[in-house]
């Protein structure tokens, strides 16, 4: 799953001149049979709010109104159509967003969203999440678990150690419409979100003793 921003506006995100043939690009990826993600709008932080997931204080749409949110998220879809690329999932910038911004992706037609703390994909508020948990590759015997990798500050040694994980689990990786058959997503239940609370508070425990080290 490849998260794309349709109108980057993030200097951190601007590691090079911008690429003419970036859209071509994706159309590239997309014909191969990659899911193509809508990461956001203009992955600019304009609130506070942490959103459904919970793990960042700040976000391009949680706390905004719906008008608002209904905007960025129209402009970005058209952004795409007009590349003809298809927006088969959101991957909100930050881990973001709120109940307002899925209502009007389902509107939208959007409803796969990759976010969430489960050990199973799970149906919620009308779409379909697909869990996002590790930021690194593990050995995990049960459920579905996913890796999201930011490749903008990759160094040489990250896309060597990226290179020899793909290889050592290759047999595990499998795409978004092999994910929907094998798992057949059902409604969030007790134990989908007590293991999302825990590992909630396990992510910024980890975190809070990775600052109190730097």
Known sequence: MLAVVPDNRDPKLMVDPPNPDFWALVREWQARGWTIGIHGYQHAYTTVHA??????RYSEFAGLPYADQKQKIE?????????????????????SFDSTTVGILVEKGVRIISDGFYFRPVEKMGATWIPQQLWDFRNLRLGLWTVCFHPNDFSERSII?????????RGAVISLPEVLLRYHPRPEGFLDAKFSKF????????IRKRRSRS
């Open 161 to 169: 150690k990226l290179d020899r994980n793909l290889t050592a689990f």
């Open 199 to 206: 590992w909630l508070w396990k992510l910024k425990r980890r």
């Open 51 to 56: 959103g459904l997931v919970g793990l960042n």
């Open 75 to 95: 402009n970005a879809l058209a952004i795409l159509s007009k590349e003809n690329v298809a927006a088969q999932a959101w991957i909100a910038p930050a881990h």
